[in-house]
């Protein structure tokens, strides 16, 4: 009796150790083939320079679906997506009735014709919460921003979908970034970054990445933003997405151009020009030559900027990066104080940039112009853009800092001996700086209040402004500022001795 219990006891766990190695060896095999079609789908996307676009839930449950199914068909099929090609999975899967899954497939290549689809799937499914999720990321990779919004707002994160939560909370960072809210975008994308990983949706966790680094590096945040961007970039590495890699790059090389780190901001920015004409991307191999042509910018190099905005011009063609091509132009004419040329490029930059719904961008290109204007003399006109540039801010919360825009009016009312309103633009300025933590833009005001205050012959109020202004420049390193603030203390305090 006693053998018989140890029999039992060996069969067990004989059939315990069965049970795992067949479920071991399964996921194995899932995840091989997924490693697989993730590289194979990423790379057809880039032969056919399709919108880059990806969902990692919909493609693992298809290939689990294949394998599961045995039959001949479902093992051709599977072979063919692990060559990129995604017709005979679609004709499988919509044969059976998984039209979703058909849509979603076929969007991968072609995300247009998938995005209609999908649109009329949701139609007779409403209460879907993966078509929203999908559809979100599909009209963002077609440039479709408003419909993102309003689909966004369709995912309910009370279900129990946690794809579906971090899609929603990605999109919120990017849409609170756009907005200004740097701390809620972090928030939100830290969550994305957290439920991907959960998901093992990498592509969508390595995107998330490179978003979190761009909400650092605008926030000044500069190490973390590095590692940000690093982190994606061996994702992106590992998928086999050289497109991602080539994303990641750049956005390290504008991180470097920012620290002033140029040589190896131009390592960056070249590796992701090779792989991009490599990989024949045009349109992302412009956007490179534009940030190249803004480094260039900020060494005052501008015959070396123009050769680079040219090149890029030539590989958008018709790509709405032409508005940052425009923009980076009226820069480098400005640099040159062709003040003329300047404003005319500027407000070609913002009527791009307002076809396209780039509003932070539509701002500061609306700015440049006024800017301009200024340097020009033509103060009227100056005065009208930038009153209805916070006009339209007051409705729409953007990363402008329009600060920016109270400090050029103040300019404006000091060159037409206002100085009284000029003072209130000013002092508006200041408030709103300093809630922004832009501190060395409040010293520009302090000062800017001082000289207002020298004209109106209140010398003490001048000294005390200036004295701020130093105070402010010196503390967060504007060494040239304080300099011309120094001298002008002194020039100050000698006058009234």
Not at 2 to 10: L, T, V
Not at 122 to 150: H, M, N, V, W
Not at 350 to 360: D, F, M, P, Q, R
Request: aromatic fraction near 12%; include cysteine; charged fraction near 25%.
């Amino acid at each position: 009796m006693i053998y018989f219990g140890y029999i039992i006891i060996f069969l067990l766990f004989l059939t315990a150790a069965g049970v795992f190695i067949f479920y071991s060896y399964r996921r194995i095999v899932y995840d091989h083939f997924q490693k697989i079609c993730t590289r194979a789908l990423l790379t057809a996307q880039n032969r056919l320079n399709s919108p880059r676009w990806f969902s990692s839930r919909f493609l693992n449950d298809i290939i689990r679906f294949l394998f599961k199914s045995r039959s001949a068909k479902a093992r051709r099929a599977l072979l063919f997506l692990c060559c990129g090609k995604t017709s005979p999975a679609e004709k499988y899967l919509a044969d059976r009735g998984r039209f979703s899954d058909a849509a979603v497939l076929g969007s991968f290549l072609f995300p247009k014709k998938g995005c209609e689809i999908l649109e009329k799937l949701l139609r007779e499914t409403p209460d879907s919460q993966k078509i929203p999720a999908e559809l979100a990321k599909l009209y963002f990779a077609l440039g479709q921003i408003p419909k993102t919004r309003l689909i966004v707002e369709r995912i309910d994160n009370t279900k129990d979908d946690p794809y579906s939560r971090g899609v929603k909370s990605y999109f919120q960072a990017y849409f609170f970034l756009q907005d200004g809210d740097m701390l809620t975008a972090s928030e939100s994308c830290s969550l994305a970054i957290t439920i991907f990983n959960r998901c093992q949706a990498v592509y969508e966790e390595a995107q998330s990445y490179l978003l979190m680094g761009t909400i650092y590096r605008v926030s000044c945040i500069e190490d973390v933003a590095q590692f940000m961007f690093e982190a994606a970039l061996k994702i992106f590495g590992k998928i086999g997405d050289v497109a991602g890699e080539a994303e990641a790059l750049g956005n390290l090389g504008m991180l470097f151009v920012l620290q002033e780190r140029f040589a190896e901001a131009e390592e960056n920015f070249q590796k992701a020009l090779e792989i991009n004409l490599q990989a024949q991307r045009p349109a992302a191999a412009g956007d490179i030559n534009n940030q190249l042509a803004l480094m260039q910018i900020l060494k005052n190099d501008f015959a070396a900027a123009e050769i680079y905005l040219d090149a890029a011009t030539a590989l958008h063609g018709e790509n709405p990066g032409n508005g940052f091509t425009q923009e980076l132009r009226a820069r480098a004419a400005y640099g040159k104080k062709d003040f003329a040329a300047t404003a005319l490029l500027a407000r070609q930059a913002a009527e791009i940039y307002k076809g396209s719904g780039n509003v932070s961008a539509y701002f500061e290109s609306l700015y440049l112009q006024a800017l301009a204007l200024f340097e020009l003399g033509q103060l009227a006109p100056a005065e009208q853009i930038l009153r209805d540039l916070l006009t339209f801010s007051r409705k729409k919360q953007t990363s402008f800092h329009i600060a920016n825009a109270y400090n050029l009016l103040g300019l404006i009312y000091l060159q037409k001996e206002d100085l009284q309103r000029a003072r209130g633009f000013f002092q508006e300025g200041i408030s709103l700086e300093q809630k922004n933590e832009r501190y060395s833009g409040a010293a520009t005001d302090y000062a800017n209040i001082g000289l207002v205050e020298r004209k109106c012959g209140h010398y003490q109020e001048a000294i005390k402004n200036l004295e701020k202004a130093l105070e402010l420049s010196a503390a967060y390193g504007e060494t040239e500022l304080s300099d011309i603030l120094q001298k002008q203390l002194a020039a100050l305090k000698l006058k009234l001795k």
